[in-house]
């Protein structure tokens, strides 16, 4: 047997079949399907689809894959490419896979299915859709998981996406297990993405899915087509490797392929109830419990105390708000925007929300400091202090959404069709619900397509 890790991983994704995801497993990916589509519907209409559209001249590109939430489609990579973006435009997409494993395999590999000229039944698309978050969050995990790459500089959902969105292609394009390890090896070539955006409220986190999807579904076409990748990219000690070159020797290489098909990534990835970084959940869903647990309104809130870890600071500590992708990234803002608007969804994140006079004087009462004995991982603490003195203290360890504390599927549900009635009519929101809830027994999964435009 091959120790090459490459050679491995591509053989596992090969050989898992449909039945190898249990009921459990197949529902939750349903879930995120419609999840990641409403949330890129919504998305479509955002400043940085719009600056997508405009420099690609997509008149120009006719093709059939839909843009989602648009009237019009495009090449395959092109699709990829601008539903990407979309889905990850308003922080609504889900967490905790690649790390936003929907936003990047499921552009991809719709965008593949468009291109199909065969019959592709719905269990076919959930299982490259269930491969692609698998392979996204173990490339993380062997690159030394979210807290070592992601602290490195590197955006996850960038780098550790693209190898998921080539696995997700891959599958659907039916590779075998040679064409598969070089889809994975050239997916490392269009891996990247760093966390320079988090400085000035810049755009560019939300090309990173997109990116990431365009580049899986490049790597996985460009092996059909006989194009040979390295086979070394997930060697641990070898130079120009994705591990030696991302993880800074930090990794853990067997986690690629260590127990597959014992725990599916996707279960534990998190469904996003706020429209905020998912570092901010924690501190928001604290705040609203403490807010219910002892009958205080916002008003009677004197001063907010945020006890955080380094890493987390350095993703959402900052407190300066000039754009939505600040507001997005700023705990802070988060905390002033549920005291101010009692939640944080998309009308929260628009300007006239985080400019509000009323909002700079909540933040100024939120004092956020490092607390240098948290690891990376931990959830802050949040102390809320009263008018009157009083001290509450909360941390909360399973933010609303995650595995561990799921919305219920009506509040999932009903959050996609929000989502989605941004843009379409209301006889298309429910069809695409109807179609993605019974995926797995519709005999040809494109019919999906047309209803996303």
């Not at 879930?31 to 990641?36: R, V, Y």
């Not at 890129?40 to 894959?65: H, N, V």
Request: proline fraction near 3%.
């Amino acid at each position: 047997m091959s120790d090459n890790l490459t050679e491995i991983l591509a053989g596992h994704l090969c050989s898992t079949g449909f039945d190898a995801f249990p009921g459990r497993t197949i529902h939750k990916a349903k879930l995120h399907i419609l999840d990641t589509l409403g949330a890129a519907i919504a998305g479509s209409t955002s400043s940085e689809t719009r600056a997508m559209l405009e420099i690609l001249d997509i008149q120009g590109r006719a093709g059939r894959s839909p843009l989602w939430g648009l009237p019009v489609a495009a090449d395959a990579r092109t699709a990829a490419l601008v539903n990407g973006v979309s889905a990850h435009a308003y922080e609504l997409d889900d967490s905790g896979g690649c790390d936003h494993s929907g936003a990047v395999v499921l552009p991809a590999v719709l965008a593949a299915l468009g291109n199909l000229d065969h019959l592709v039944s719905g269990k076919e698309l959930l299982r490259s859709v269930l491969l692609g978050y698998e392979v996204g969050r173990r490339v993380l995990e062997a690159v030394g998981g979210y807290e070592e790459h992601n602290g490195l500089g590197w955006h996850s959902t960038g780098t550790c996406g693209a190898f998921g969105a080539a696995a997700a292609v891959g599958a659907m394009l039916c590779l075998d297990e040679g064409s598969m390890a070089s889809a994975l090896g050239t997916a490392c070539s269009f891996a990247g993405g760093t966390w320079a955006f988090i400085h000035n409220g810049s755009s560019t986190k939300k090309l990173h899915a997109g990116r990431a999807a365009e580049g899986g579904l490049m790597a996985a076409y460009l092996a059909k087509s006989g194009f040979e990748g390295p086979d070394s990219v997930f060697a641990a000690d070898r130079w120009g490797s994705f591990l030696a070159t991302f993880g800074g020797g930090k990794g853990d290489p067997q986690a690629l392929v260590r127990d597959f098909g014992e725990n599916w990534r996707l279960d534990r990835c998190s469904i996003k109830p706020h429209a905020t970084c998912r570092g901010t959940h924690a501190a928001i869903d604290a705040l609203e419990l403490m807010l219910q647990q002892h009958g205080l309104a916002a008003e009677d809130i004197a001063a907010i105390e945020v006890d955080i870890s380094r890493f987390q600071y350095g993703m959402c500590g900052g407190k300066r708000v000039a754009s939505r992708a600040e507001a997005q990234m700023s705990l802070p803002y988060a905390l002033a925007a549920r005291l101010r608007y009692g939640k944080v969804f998309l009308a929260e994140l628009e300007a006239e929300a985080w400019s509000a006079p009323e909002i700079g004087h909540l933040i100024d009462r939120i004092d956020v400091r490092i607390d240098p004995a948290m690891r990376d991982e931990d959830e802050p603490a949040i102390t809320v202090v009263t008018a009157s003195g009083a001290r509450h203290r909360m941390i909360v360890a399973f933010p609303l959404g995650g595995p561990q504390n799921p919305l219920s599927d009506d509040r999932l549900i009903a959050k996609y069709a929000e989502l989605a009635g941004m843009v379409l009519p209301a006889e298309k929101v429910e069809a695409i619900k109807d179609f993605v809830l019974d995926l797995e027994n519709r005999g040809d999964a494109r019919g999906l397509l047309d209803l996303l435009q």
